[in-house]
């Protein structure tokens, strides 16, 4: 019998979707994406929504030209 243990990359990919369908805008998935699989990854299970909320408002996206 094979588990499935969802990784970093399935909340990074949740993350930007949940942000997504919140706000709208391209910013804002990609912080909420960040957020949520590098809190699962700093985590033995998948990141509670405080640990995902305390990281969103550390992420700085700086618009490369």
């Known amino acids: 019998i094979m588990f499935f243990k969802p990784s970093c ?5 949740a993350g930007f979707i949940a942000g997504w369908l919140k706000e ?5 998935a990609f912080k909420m994406g960040i957020a949520a699989g590098s809190a699962s990854a700093f985590s033995d299970n998948l990141a509670t929504m405080h640990e995902v909320d305390s990281l969103v ?3 700085e996206v700086i618009q490369v030209v």
């Open 24 to 28: 709208h805008n391209y910013e804002d």
């Open 57 to 59: 408002s550390r992420i």
């Open 9 to 13: 990359c399935d909340s990074m990919v």
